[in-house]
């Protein structure tokens, strides 16, 4: 909720307190100043759990990650451990990754669960999230906290809640949790660290995740040598992930694994790239490079917290042609659902979970093995508790467009270490039998259709970004629009309504999964656009899928130009670019 002025001078003046130490202090009067803005900035809201936790830029302020806002969180959530957990010894573990202030403000959560009577355990130095999931429940935690801004921007930070079935927090806890965080005062967190309760991990907890991974990402049909025989290139992008993807990998049989040195230490600068998101091209370009130079059969880069991949592949003309998210989780779906069914292993209790702004033709692929394709709200969280709301059913994986895949249910967040191994696993697999990673996603469009995705993001900054994202979901919702690129639309599925209004029958429906701020139309030919505000930063998302059957393989080239000119002529026409 946005404050008005009189209430941003009020929360500056409780941050000029004694609460507050001097150096908290002196730099809000630097602010006031010399940079009246960036004070306001700092103070017209709180911080808010999005889709992957809190994250925010590090400085003073209730809009800002500092050792403040993240003990007010922590203190609130002790508050609520002990609530929930009554009579109970409550353990806790914490991770972090390499962004600059990630160790300190770990240790400072740390030190104020350890104050309330909670047992910390803490990682020694940076690890990967996934890691930090699979660690909870194998300490038998009931909570976790992982210290990371995933791929946001250097200036950034943030704060991601698990849950003890190893899930980040969702409803009803996520808002019973921040009910309590607003009632306290900033004077309530305890920071007097209890250091008996603080105990320090590592070594012995990766060696169990590693040899976990390596299990539930290998697929059983590839041999030694169809490993051996693949050329990789591995880039970590500065993050985690060179903590844990080289050792899984290695230990998996993967002996050719060419890693880009240049980004393989740890730097929260992330010096060599714009932005360390693989989502973004020119983050995997030196990659590229390495990977035309040792001729390699596929490249992988991951995120600064190992929980996404991206992943390039070379093509019909032996280019490298770089993935999107939605590609590699049809692929990585695909080869999994031919591993249960070569068991025999299909009975209609599986299902695969997804999202809903992720591609249409995943529900489409699962539906030909006979496997239900459960849809959730943006974010690995939702999918997480699709596992813990169908206990009796097999998950078999799930992934959303952007960029991010879970094999099975070890780890109950997206992971980047298990899913670099599966998409190894399957080059592995192809090439050894005369077809690629490629030619199989093509041959998949040819059977189930071509759907065509792209996004397209508006950044919009500031209290004025803010507002003038609310303003285009409002236009949006209240005046629809009846035909994208002269094919009417024909249902609107409004998320923060729960309603699906049919427009051409005029009726409506409930949605029965949880509100979000979401809009998504469909028109008669398939096309589909949805806008949604990012939970993590400040833009506005459109999601753009069209597809088209293909005939055959000769035909991709030619069906991929003219889905790719019809987004183009979307884009133009709602006037996103």
């Known amino acids: 909720m946005l404050r008005t002025e009189s209430e941003i001078q009020n929360s500056i003046n409780t941050w000029l307190s004694s609460v507050f130490d001097e150096e908290t202090k002196t730099r809000i009067q630097e602010f006031q100043s010399n940079n009246p803005d960036e004070l306001k900035d700092s103070f017209?809201?709180?911080?808010?759990?999005?889709?992957?936790?809190?994250?925010?830029?590090?400085?003073?302020?209730?809009?800002?990650?500092?050792?403040?806002?993240?003990?007010?969180?922590?203190?609130?959530?002790?508050?609520?451990?002990?609530?929930?957990?009554?009579?109970?010894?409550?353990?806790?573990?914490?991770?972090?990754?390499?962004?600059?202030?990630?160790?300190?403000?770990?240790?400072?959560?740390?030190?104020?669960?350890?104050?309330?009577?909670?047992?910390?355990?803490?990682?020694?130095?940076?690890?990967?999230?996934?890691?930090?999931?699979?660690?909870?429940?194998?300490?038998?935690?009931?909570?976790?906290?992982?210290?990371?801004?995933?791929?946001?921007?250097?200036?950034?930070?943030?704060?991601?809640?698990?849950?003890?079935?190893?899930?980040?927090?969702?409803?009803p806890f996520d808002g019973e949790i921040i009910d309590v965080i607003n009632t306290l005062e900033y004077s309530?967190?305890?920071?007097?660290?209890?250091?008996?309760?603080?105990?320090?991990?590592?070594?012995?907890?990766?060696?169990?995740?590693?040899?976990?991974?390596?299990?539930?990402?290998?697929?059983?049909?590839?041999?030694?040598?169809?490993?051996?025989?693949?050329?990789?290139?591995?880039?970590?992008?500065?993050?985690?992930?060179?903590?844990?993807?080289?050792?899984?990998?290695?230990?998996?049989?993967?002996?050719?694994?060419?890693?880009?040195?240049?980004?393989?230490?740890?730097?929260?600068?992330?010096?060599?790239?714009?932005?360390?998101?693989?989502?973004?091209?020119?983050?995997?370009?030196?990659?590229?490079?390495?990977?035309?130079?040792?001729?390699?059969?596929?490249?992988?880069?991951?995120?600064?917290?190992?929980?996404?991949?991206?992943?390039?592949?070379?093509?019909?003309?032996?280019?490298?042609?770089?993935?999107?998210?939605?590609?590699?989780?049809?692929?990585?779906?695909?080869?999994?659902?031919?591993?249960?069914?070569?068991?025999?292993?299909?009975?209609?209790?599986?299902?695969?979970?997804?999202?809903?702004?992720?591609?249409?033709?995943?529900?489409?692929?699962?539906?030909?093995?006979?496997?239900?394709?459960?849809?959730?709200?943006?974010?690995?969280?939702?999918?997480?508790?699709?596992?813990?709301?169908?206990?009796?059913?097999?998950?078999?994986?799930g992934g959303e467009e952007s960029f991010g895949f879970m094999v099975g249910d070890f780890v109950r967040d997206k992971d980047a270490v298990t899913a670099t191994l599966l998409a190894c696993e399957i080059a592995a697999y192809t090439k050894a039998n005369d077809s690629s990673f490629f030619k199989e996603l093509v041959d998949t469009y040819v059977e189930h259709d071509f759907y065509n995705e792209r996004l397209v993001s508006l950044t919009k900054k500031g209290i004025e970004g803010s507002q003038e994202i609310t303003n285009i979901m409002e236009a949006a919702r209240n005046n629809p629009v009846t035909s994208i690129q002269g094919s009417k639309v024909v249902t609107v599925h409004d998320y923060k309504m729960s309603v699906c209004k049919n427009l051409q029958l005029g009726t409506s429906e409930p949605i029965s999964i949880p509100k979000s701020d979401v809009l998504i139309y469909t028109t008669e030919d398939g096309s589909r656009v949805a806008l949604r505000p990012s939970g993590t930063e400040p833009k506005i998302k459109f999601y753009l899928s069209v597809n088209s059957p293909l005939n055959s393989a000769d035909e991709f080239s030619a069906t991929e130009t003219l889905l790719n000119t019809k987004i183009d002529a979307i884009i133009t026409e709602l006037k996103l670019s």
């Open 44 to 171: 017209y809201k709180n911080l808010e759990f999005g889709t992957g936790g809190m994250r925010g830029i590090m400085g003073v302020g209730t809009n800002r990650i500092n050792k403040y806002t993240l003990g007010k969180n922590t203190q609130g959530l002790s508050d609520y451990l002990h609530k929930t957990y009554p009579n109970q010894a409550i353990k806790t573990v914490i991770a972090f990754d390499c962004r600059h202030n990630s160790k300190e403000f770990a240790q400072i959560v740390a030190d104020v669960f350890s104050a309330n009577s909670i047992e910390v355990f803490l990682f020694e130095d940076l690890r990967a999230t996934p890691e930090l999931s699979f660690a909870l429940k194998h300490l038998g935690c009931q909570c976790g906290i992982v210290l990371t801004a995933s791929h946001n921007p250097p200036e950034y930070n943030g704060y991601k809640v698990y849950w003890e079935d190893g899930g980040q927090l969702v409803p």
């Open 188 to 397: 309530d967190i305890n920071f007097a660290a209890n250091t008996n309760l603080i105990h320090t991990i590592g070594k012995d907890v990766d060696d169990v995740f590693i040899d976990a991974s390596v299990k539930s990402g290998s697929l059983e049909v590839n041999t030694a040598k169809n490993r051996e025989n693949l050329s990789v290139v591995f880039t970590a992008l500065h993050g985690t992930s060179i903590t844990a993807v080289p050792e899984t990998l290695k230990r998996a049989g993967y002996t050719n694994v060419n890693l880009v040195e240049a980004q393989s230490k740890p730097d929260g600068n992330f010096p060599t790239v714009k932005s360390p998101n693989p989502e973004e091209p020119e983050a995997l370009k030196m990659a590229l490079d390495l990977a035309n130079e040792v001729q390699a059969d596929i490249v992988i880069g991951t995120d600064p917290d190992c929980d996404r991949l991206g992943i390039a592949v070379r093509d019909f003309d032996n280019k490298m042609v770089l993935l999107n998210g939605n590609q590699t989780m049809i692929m990585m779906t695909k080869f999994l659902l031919d591993l249960w069914k070569q068991k025999g292993a299909i009975n209609g209790n599986q299902f695969v979970g997804s999202t809903i702004v992720s591609t249409p033709m995943l529900s489409k692929l699962t539906e030909a093995y006979g496997v239900e394709c459960k849809i959730g709200l943006t974010g690995f969280k939702w999918i997480a508790k699709m596992i813990k709301d169908f206990p009796t059913l097999d998950f078999i994986g």
